[in-house]
């Protein structure tokens, strides 16, 4: 039996093995130390199979593997959902990033169109790519014996087979009672795991094959002549245009905020807070258009137009710098938003994102503005795994739960049932500020926190996090004094 041959039956192999151990542990939700043993495996089996093909990790390709290996530890960390959903996507993006090397792309010069094809190339090959090893003329089964080809070919089968029997098999069940629980007596077994099992192997495998043996495209860095372009007179106008825009709204935003709140509300009739309230978010949409507007209209230019090249990084640049006062004024109203209504997700993960952009635009202006676009795309997504990582160590829903306390502290709303919202992560503070409510919130805040984070008689150690681990101890702890909040509170 050949390599090749060898490793297609690795593959299939590793594949089996992670769907069923997919079907036992990723059914327990939420996830955490379940997806973070099962996304560690998988991690593995790339590393391991990924051997035989060394450029996918060679010649600076390597650190793939830390978002490879650390996004799965981090479920083992915090319990927040938003966290949870953002290390998925840095999996997902840097299994996307290895997909990309294997088929013959630079990371550190590669645009984002190629980052996006590398998205798609790693989705069809997940979708459909076991199929070919399965049933195409694959090495694995050229090298079986004529008897070996027979029980493949039965293998082949029954897989085929399996899609019809699960479907008429249910409606059969479905349409007689007799017929159903025969089914159950003889097979005991609930057929959704074989779904769940056949749907992981098959992404898995499918994954694996694309990474090991897809063909390398051509994924050169030439720039191929497009439909249409622009001079420098269609880019002079537009970009000046907007540049008179964003110059007239940093006027008025000057004007207002050293005006001060007795200006916005005589004005606007509004208060400061509902004033800053209303336009953060707007500003936020502004500040993320801005970036693929500019990117495309480097596109569209003409790399023989030296002019056109200049106007552009002339007119992009001033765009930026009035961006940036834009941005000011969003992160100073979202201070005077925060100061009034309190710290919440849907607060802080928007400053994080325009946090993420500030540095994007400074990257941007560091490599498309100086004729390195090819590195720009490398760079943001470097700055979006940190993102994740500082996140990470900032803990938002502590961070969430600290903020709110320390308000109500200081005479101000606590909003009790948002905080009581809010994941295992702000549990240990929560039940720590508890003393410094007032009694209506203290009540409100202990009888949910019993609630929800009570250790459990049984608990699925498939589900286990640190932060869940420590809310458990903390409520547990403390389980006298949560009761008697509401005893106090009816007196």
């Not at 560690?40 to 450029?55: D, K, N, P, W, Y």
């Not at 500019?294 to 790399?303: E, S, T, Y």
Request: proline share 3%; aromatic share 12%.
């Amino acid at each position: 039996m050949n390599a090749t041959a060898k490793l297609e039956i690795s593959v299939l192999a590793a594949a089996l093995a992670l769907g069923v151990l997919g079907d036992a542990l990723l059914r327990c939700f939420p996830w955490g130390v379940n997806f973070a043993l099962w996304a560690g495996l998988l991690a593995a089996a790339i590393i391991f199979l990924g051997r035989s093909r060394r450029q996918i990790f060679a010649a600076g390709g390597w650190w793939i593997l830390l978002p490879i290996t650390l996004s799965p530890l981090a479920f083992l960390w915090h319990e927040s959902p938003a966290l949870k959903a953002l290390n998925l996507l840095a999996l997902l993006t840097a299994l996307s990033l290895a997909m990309l090397r294997a088929q013959g792309g630079r990371l550190r010069a590669s645009s984002l169109v190629k980052y996006a094809l590398s998205s798609l190339i790693a989705g069809v090959n997940t979708a459909f790519g076991l199929f070919p090893l399965l049933f195409g003329n694959s090495e694995w089964k050229k090298s079986l014996g004529g008897g070996s080809r027979s029980g493949a070919a039965v293998l082949r089968g029954a897989a085929f087979a399996l899609l019809p029997l699960l479907v008429f098999g249910a409606l059969l069940m479905a349409a007689d009672a007799v017929f159903q629980n025969l089914v159950h007596r003889v097979f005991h077994f609930d057929f959704t795991h074989l779904v769940v099992i056949a749907f992981i192997s098959v992404c898995v495998g499918g994954y694996l094959r694309g990474l090991l043996f897809g063909k390398e495209l051509n994924l050169g860095t030439e720039k191929r002549p497009l439909p249409f372009s622009l001079g420098a007179i269609e880019t002079g106008v537009m970009l000046g245009l907007l540049d008179l825009l964003f110059l007239a709204f940093v006027a008025v935003q000057v004007r207002y905020f050293f005006g001060g709140s007795a200006l916005v509300q005589a004005t606007t009739g509004l208060t400061y807070a509902e004033y800053a309230r209303r336009g953060f978010f707007e500003l936020v949409t502004v500040a993320a258009l801005v970036l693929p507007f500019l990117l495309f209209v480097h596109w569209l230019l003409r790399p023989d137009d030296a002019k056109g090249q200049r106007l552009f990084q002339w007119l992009a640049g001033v765009q930026i710098a009035l961006l940036f006062v834009i941005m000011a004024s969003a992160f100073e109203r979202m201070r005077l938003y925060q100061a009034e209504y309190g710290l919440s997700e849907q607060r802080l993960y928007p400053t994080a994102f325009m946090c993420w952009l500030v540095v994007v635009f400074v990257w941007f202006r560091l490599t498309v503005l100086r004729g390195r676009r090819e590195q720009f795309a490398f760079g943001a997504m470097v700055a979006g795994f940190l993102l994740v990582a500082v996140l990470h160590v900032l803990d938002p829903d502590a961070l969430i739960a600290r903020t709110n306390l320390a308000r109500a502290q200081a005479g101000r709303i606590f909003d009790a049932r948002y905080a009581a919202r809010l994941s295992a992560d702000a549990v240990p503070n929560l039940v720590a500020g508890l003393p410094a409510l007032h009694l209506q919130d203290r009540c409100t805040l202990a009888a949910r926190l019993l609630e929800r984070w009570s250790p459990p008689e049984t608990p699925d150690w498939r589900s286990w996090t640190v932060s869940r681990s420590r809310a458990w101890q903390a409520v547990s702890k403390n389980a006298s004094s949560l009761r008697a909040a509401c005893t106090e509170t009816n007196r």
